[in-house]
Structure formats: structure tokens, C-alpha cells
């Protein structure tokens, strides 16, 4: 398997403008996680899903931010209007839950850049 | 709310000695997931190891142990015969199992170990 596919990489763009990030879970995983990792925070829980239904957003920091996962193999973490402070690398994870047993495999990052 | 904390920023070992990284956590729950993932520079998370809370048995992993004191909130990891390639950050993270499924990984600030040639 490919493992979790996440793009763009990089992303820099101008505060004020729309940013998608994007993200291809394992197949057959069931679970999927957005996090945040910055120097000041360190690393944060966005967001997750199971079987494509949002289960806690309790992490996402503003209404500027907003995920879907119209189907098992795609997610979406959308920031708009982006702002410099949102710059940051995101990771996308993805899991089974096996039993008692899941082990979250991560995605390579994208590191946004707002200017 | 869960919280993790790692004291020590940074730490330093010669290779092929051992080194011992701290971690405590906080948490009302008795049923939870305690991990130990690596980035290295190249940003990718890579589980390390992992300690099941129910489980009075420390995980083993090759070269990689823990000692898990519940009592304390205590989750170290041991890492014998220190390698180059073992210089990275190390982010301990604990997961609820109270809900009976997955759920979001709580972080800490993480370590970051340097191995002396």
C-alpha cells in the first residue's frame, strides 16, 4: 500500500485566500485524523472520522475551518478565509480499529505557508 | 481534559549507549492507549512503540522499551544501543479507550534527542 497520501506538500499562499488540503486514507482504513503541528502548540486534534461521519471537532479552531469526507478514500480540510497564523504543517492519519488495537499511520504533511 | 508533558526539550546520548526519555500524563480514565512516535527531519510520524493501560507487562520493541508506572502516570522510553538514525523528535502521546473507539491522539511537546558519533 502507499500509504497516506496527503497534498499539495507545500502550500504558500496570501492571507485572505481559500486553502484545501488534501488527503487519501489507507484503504480499508475506517478512521481518519486531521492534525496541526507548530512550533508554539506543538501538535493538535483537529478532527476525526469514522466511516466517513465527523465524531469530534472539539479541536478545530475556528468556523474558518472546515472538513469533509465525502467518501472512504478522500478528505478535504478546508481553511477560508487563511490566515498567517494558520501556518503550520498538517498531517492527515488514517487507522483500523481492530478489537481493542488500532495503530494511527500518519500521512507526510503539508506545510502551509500563509503570508 | 488529557494532558501530556515532556520535560526535557532536548537530550543527548553517544552511540551505542542508552538513553532514557520522560513522559507523565494526566487523566481521570483507566482505560487508555500510551504511545511513543519518532519524527526525524524528514517531518514523517512513525510509531515507535505502544503500551496498553490494562496491560502491567512494558512493552518491548527491539532496542525500544518503556516503563509504565499507571500509579504515577509515568510512560519513559528506553533506547538501547543508541544508533545514528535514532536522532529525531520523540513525541509521547496518550489515546482514550473509554468510548470503546478510536479516537484523537493527545500530544506531548515532544524531545528531541541528539546521538553523538
Known amino acids: 500500500d502507499a500509504g497516506v497520501i496527503q497534498s499539495p506538500r507545500h502550500e504558500v499562499t496570501e492571507m485572505g485566500q481559500e486553502v484545501t488540503l488534501r488527503c487519501k486514507p489507507i484503504?480499508?482504513?475506517?478512521?481518519l485524523f486531521w492534525y496541526r503541528q507548530t512550533m508554539m502548540r506543538g501538535l493538535e486534534s483537529l478532527i476525526y472520522?469514522?466511516?466517513?461521519?465527523?465524531?469530534?471537532d472539539s479541536g478545530m479552531p475556528e468556523d474558518r475551518f472546515s472538513a469533509k469526507m465525502p467518501n472512504a478514500s478522500f478528505s478535504t480540510l478546508k481553511i477560508q478565509p487563511s490566515e498567517p497564523r494558520d501556518s503550520a504543517v498538517y498531517f492527515c492519519a488514517s487507522s483500523f480499529l481492530r478489537g481493542r488495537r488500532d495503530t494511527q499511520y500518519f500521512g507526510p504533511g503539508t506545510r502551509l505557508t500563509v503570508l | 481534559a488529557q494532558t501530556v508533558t515532556q520535560s526535557q526539550p532536548e537530550m543527548s546520548v553517544q552511540e551505542a549507549e542508552t538513553v532514557t526519555l520522560s513522559c507523565t500524563y494526566d487523566t481521570s480514565e483507566s482505560d487508555y492507549y500510551l504511545f511513543w512516535y519518532k519524527q526525524p527531519p524528514s517531518r514523517q510520524m512513525i510509531l515507535v512503540i505502544r503500551?496498553?493501560?490494562?496491560?502491567?507487562q512494558n512493552a518491548t520493541e527491539n532496542r525500544f522499551s518503556v516503563n509504565f508506572q499507571k500509579a504515577a502516570k509515568s510512560f519513559s522510553l528506553k533506547i538501547s544501543d543508541s544508533q545514528l538514525g535514532d536522532a529525531a523528535m520523540y513525541f509521547c502521546?496518550?489515546?482514550?479507550?473509554?468510548?470503546?473507539?478510536?479516537?484523537?491522539?493527545?500530544f506531548g511537546k515532544g524531545t528531541h534527542l541528539i546521538i553523538q558519533p
Open positions: 503500551q496498553e493501560a490494562y496491560k502491567q
Open positions: 472520522f469514522n466511516n466517513n461521519v465527523p465524531i469530534d
Open positions: 502521546a496518550y489515546r482514550d479507550y473509554s468510548g470503546g473507539g478510536a479516537d484523537g491522539l493527545t
Open positions: 484503504s480499508g482504513h475506517d478512521y
